[in-house]
Structure formats: structure tokens, C-alpha cells
């Protein structure tokens, strides 16, 4: 299947089915972004960690996602960890070895970025609370 089909039918099931489900669960990590078009909050659910006032994570479609582009028009976000909300501004790191951040990342989320994900891209998120 070429990659652009791939991204579709992942992005599709993501947006519609994984990520409605997971918003609900309470201490799903979540990305809050602002919308780039509404202005309003955008909440993806997505995996990484925290190493001390930083959040690390790697986006699996890169600029292709829809978050990575609020980022880009706002880098100001909120990051829910452990059922708790932390303000924070993102940086996208294009010279960062996206697969070998993975491998310090938690696994099973990774599995899926490395499974899925054509156009990795590593984001750092500098928490400021």
C-alpha cells in the first residue's frame, strides 16, 4: 500500500475511532493544541515522557499532522500527564534522530509511531508549571 494511502486509512481510523476513545480515559496523556482555523482547543491523545521540566514525543506523520501544524501557528500548548494539566511551549526538532528518540520512549506507544508513521518528527515540550 504507498505511503499516502497508508497515512489516509491511520489517520482516518486515528481521528474517528483511537482518538475519541482515548480522550476519555483519565490519565491518557493528551496534547492540547489551539486550532490554527477555530481558535478553539484540540486534544490528541499521544505517548512520551517527561524528564524533568521537558515532555518528549515524536509525531508519527510530522508536518502532515494537524497538531504539529497548531503548533507551528501557536507553539503554546498544555500537556495532561497523570490526570494533571501543565502549561508548556513546543519546539519541533527536525535534526533530532527521531528513531533513536523512540527507543527512550515508552515502548508500546512507539511501536505504533515506528508501525505507522512515515514522516517521524520529535517535538520537546518545555513545561513552564
Known amino acids: 500500500m504507498a505511503d499516502d494511502a497508508r497515512d489516509r486509512i491511520t489517520r482516518l481510523f486515528q481521528k474517528n475511532v483511537a482518538n475519541r476513545v482515548m480522550r476519555l480515559l483519565p490519565f491518557q496523556t493528551l496534547l492540547e493544541t489551539t486550532g490554527r482555523k477555530s481558535g478553539r482547543p484540540r486534544r490528541t491523545p499521544l505517548g512520551g515522557r517527561r524528564i524533568g521540566n521537558e515532555f518528549w514525543f515524536v509525531s508519527e506523520f510530522g508536518e502532515k499532522s494537524d ?32 528513531h533513536q528518540r523512540l527507543r527512550s520512549l515508552p515502548q508500546f506507544n512507539s511501536f505504533g509511531v515506528r508501525t505507522f508513521g512515515t514522516n517521524l518528527l520529535t517535538v520537546r515540550v518545555d513545561l513552564t508549571d
Open 67 to 98: 497538531y504539529i501544524k497548531n503548533i507551528k501557528a501557536d507553539p503554546r500548548v498544555r500537556v495532561r500527564l497523570n490526570g494533571r494539566w501543565h502549561n508548556g511551549v513546543a519546539h519541533l526538532l527536525p535534526d533530532d534522530d527521531a
